[in-house]
């Protein structure tokens, strides 16, 4: 990137725009979504800790306002999005991860503004798949505070298929894995906005989780959890919503990506992207913010036990003196 005036541009990095704005070239939506947030979620950890997290919450569903990750966002390819964020407290902004938006509507706060009050985000998905949504202010911060939540684009048919002409699926897993750092929570808000070194090069994750459990709840909490019958094929959408690097083993049970970051990896314009097989017990490694769609076909009932660490970014090691891991298992049954 070329910087033409270095002070100005530390200016405008240190004073973000946060005039309300309106939504521009505005169509009647599709379908619609309100966000409200920050709203404070504690989490009691298996150490007898709480860990408070932060979510956007949907007004219209008092279900929502507990739950970390947020809400799931639903939606079709081709259908017009509004994405409305009310800031309740300081300044915010969802980026919709994946999503071809204008500037306007992409949410990355220091290229053009963050929310102080209601904004509408307006996008169009062309691709079905696996994408997330997040607040994209201090996004270091932000992000490991937990505002984020799935963003799931289905074909036009619906859920059950990946993608048009892609695998068909019966058992759809969610699984957005994440490590926590307790002493950021006590970082503010805006901190290392103006250059000031904030510590958030010191990252020391102590929590390991698979949406929203922690490890070792992982291996009975419906939400890491997979329990399929025979015969049933398994989607698991694998959301790296760590600072790791995310390697996953899965036991007895072979594994195809077929979907990658929300495009498809089965498609005749792209022949050269295959899906790629993972045979069972074979590590994969993701980076932050990295989706897999995988898909799984077991043929024989049983319970196959899955492992995930997050490893150090440099020194490859698994954080916490290696005790960095969620486990959870694959129940097949008759
Ligand atoms: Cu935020």
New binding site residues.
């Given amino acids: 990137m070329i910087v033409r005036d270095r002070e100005e541009f530390e200016a405008f990095g240190c004073d973000v725009n946060d005039d309300e704005i309106a939504t521009p070239d505005k169509l009647p939506p599709n379908i619609s979504f309100v966000w409200e947030?920050?709203r404070e979620v504690d989490i009691r950890m298996p150490d007898g800790k709480e860990v408070t997290f932060?979510n956007f919450s949907d007004p219209r569903d008092s279900k929502s306002r507990d739950l970390w990750p947020s809400k799931t966002m639903r939606v079709k390819q081709g259908q017009v999005v509004h994405s409305t964020l009310d800031a309740k407290k300081?300044?915010?902004?969802i980026h919709h991860h994946g999503m071809n938006s204008s500037t306007m509507n992409d949410g990355v706060g220091h290229v053009s503004f963050e929310v102080s009050d209601r904004y509408t985000y307006q996008f169009q998905p062309t691709h079905a798949g696996t994408y997330f949504y997040h607040?994209?202010?201090?996004t270091v911060l932000?992000f490991e505070?937990g505002?984020y939540g799935f963003l799931i684009v289905d074909p036009p048919s619906g859920r059950g298929t990946l993608y048009k002409d892609g695998p068909r699926y019966d058992v759809e897993a969610l699984w957005a894995l994440d490590d926590v750092d307790p002493s950021w929570r006590a970082i503010d808000?805006q901190a290392g906005l103006c250059g000031e070194d904030a510590g958030l090069d010191l990252f020391r994750p102590k929590y390991f989780m698979i949406t929203g459990v922690p490890h070792p709840r992982t291996m009975t909490d419906k939400r890491a959890k997979i329990t399929a019958k025979l015969g049933q094929t398994i989607l698991i959408r694998h959301l790296n919503a760590s600072y790791s690097v995310v390697s996953t083993t899965i036991q007895g049970l072979d594994a195809t990506v077929y979907g990658f970051d929300g495009r498809p990896l089965l498609h005749p314009s792209v022949p050269w992207a295959a899906p790629i097989f993972i045979p069972a017990g074979t590590p994969f490694e993701t980076v932050s913010a990295q989706r897999f769609d995988l898909i799984l076909k077991p043929t024989r009932i049983g319970r196959y036990p899955v492992r995930i660490e997050f490893r150090h970014w440099v020194t490859g090691e698994i954080h916490d003196g290696g005790r960095g891991i969620c486990e959870t298992v694959i129940d097949v049954t008759e």
């Fill in positions: 947030g920050p932060w300081n300044t915010h902004t607040c994209h202010k201090n932000h505070m505002m808000h």
